[in-house]
Each structure stands twice: as structure tokens, then as C-alpha cells.
């Protein structure tokens, strides 16, 4: 995993995450749809972040 997804990853740690995998050119995006629990089973979208990869 990259430092980029473990700070990702750290940061959103108490966060439901939802992933979307988007390929174009010679990137991949993942756009990172984070969402917090409101209530039992209630989530709340907060925000949409991309994190690029490169390919190798």
C-alpha cells in the first residue's frame, strides 16, 4: 500500500468507506466516497476524495 493510502486509510479509520474504481489513460483514480455514521445504520456522506494511483 502506499503512504498516500495509509494516511488515506488512517484518517478515514472511523469512517465507512465506499471505493469506485475509475480507469483513464495511463491513471487510475479511485474516487473515495467517505461517510460517517449518524445514527445506528444511518450514514451521512461527507465528502468525495480521489486518490491517484500509477500504474507500474
Do not use: N
Not at 17 to 22: A, C, G, L, Q, R
Not at 32 to 50: T, Y
Amino acid at each position: 500500500m502506499s503512504r498516500e493510502v495509509k494516511q488515506f486509510l488512517s484518517r478515514a479509520q472511523t469512517l465507512f468507506i465506499t471505493m469506485v474504481h475509475i480507469f483513464r489513460h495511463d491513471e487510475k483514480v479511485r474516487i473515495c466516497s467517505l461517510w460517517r455514521e449518524k445514527s445506528k445504520g444511518d450514514f451521512v456522506k461527507m465528502r468525495d476524495e480521489a486518490v491517484f494511483f500509477s500504474y507500474c
